[in-house]
């Protein structure tokens, strides 16, 4: 089973405070940290930890935080055959705050800008390879409409992560099999709606994920299966939807149930809040079945 990710990869600077500064407002931090991350790559590496084959297609700068990410997914296990390394741009970044057991972040998605239509026909070939591809939105829209649009074409399932939020269009949601917005994000999707309405308007496709409530989605029959959070001694919040995005997406491709594929991701989200870093938390296979058992 071969899981393909179209995304981005950024070098995170993490630093810690004792809260998120107001607007306008200079705050003593406690440490800082460069850790890698971008949702893409978070997402490709939290399914490698878990067993998968995983490729990842982007861009990264002709730089010194290109080069330490590209070594960092090469040694989790993540392909990067086709992740194009630009002479003319800056890797991407994210600037991270924790604090008050949450983030908040601001992304700089330079080279990650350039993953555009030409560049996924020019790894086409690769990328049509793949049994399942999951794609968030942290490059630009448009390229990720076009991939999900030819990954169906190519009848690909696609998980399509819509975050950061931007609306996405009727064709692309027909489009995808599985859709995983957080509450947030699902308004700007969606606008206001019921949400217990909206999920069954989309059965076992759509999946919103609760933060400290878990996650939630609407079965074929019409009921609403919600599975609660594993109580966690958080640690780091950053990256635990990725986690859940990519564990849910490995069982899917395994060919588990909907039901099982949310416990699976909601257990290893939740071991992930408990380390610092997007990715350093990220549970393997054993410690996520461990868990469950
Ligand atoms: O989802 C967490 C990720 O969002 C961070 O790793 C950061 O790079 C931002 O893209």
């Known amino acids: 089973m071969k899981i393909a990710v179209v995304g981005s990869i950024n070098m995170d600077m993490v630093v810690t405070a004792d809260r998120i500064p107001g607007k306008g407002e200079t705050l003593s931090g406690h440490d800082i940290r ?4 971008g949702k893409g790559a978070n997402q490709a590496v939290a399914m490698a930890r878990l067993g998968a084959e995983v490729e990842m297609f982007g861009c990264v700068g002709k730089d010194g935080n290109g080069k330490a990410l590209l070594e960092n997914l090469r040694a989790q296990h993540v392909g990067v055959q086709y992740i194009r390394e630009l002479e003319d741009a800056a890797t991407g970044v994210a600037m991270i705050t924790v604090a008050e057991n949450d983030n908040c972040i601001v992304v700089v998605p330079a080279a990650n800008g350039r993953v555009d239509k030409a560049y996924v026909d020019s790894v ?20 990720v409409e076009y991939t999900a649009l030819l990954a169906a074409q190519s009848g690909i399932r696609v998980v399509l992560n819509p975050a950061p939020a931007y609306p996405v269009s009727p064709e692309v949601i027909e489009a995808v099999s599985f859709l995983t917005p957080n509450e947030h994000e699902a308004k700007i999707l969606f606008g206001e709606a019921d949400r217990e309405e909206l999920l069954r308007r989309y ?37 635990a939807g990725d986690t859940l995005n990519g564990a849910f997406t490995v ?43």
Do not use: W
Not at 255 to 262: S, V
Not at 270 to 276: I, Q, T
């Open 34 to 37: 460069y850790v890698p991350g």
């Open 124 to 143: 086409k070939e690769g990328l049509l390879q793949a049994d399942m591809i999951v794609l968030q939105h942290e490059i630009p829209l448009e390229t």
């Open 203 to 239: 059965p076992e496709k759509l999946v919103i994920t609760l933060g400290s409530e878990g996650v939630t989605t609407a079965l074929k029959d019409g009921t609403i299966l919600t599975v609660p959070c594993r109580p966690s001694k958080v640690v780091d919040t950053t990256g």
């Open 251 to 293: 069982r899917i491709a395994e060919g588990a149930g909907i039901g099982e594929a949310l416990r699976f991701a909601n257990t290893a989200a939740g071991l992930s809040v408990e380390k610092f870093g997007a990715q350093g938390g990220m549970p393997t296979r054993d410690e996520v079945e461990k868990e469950l058992s």
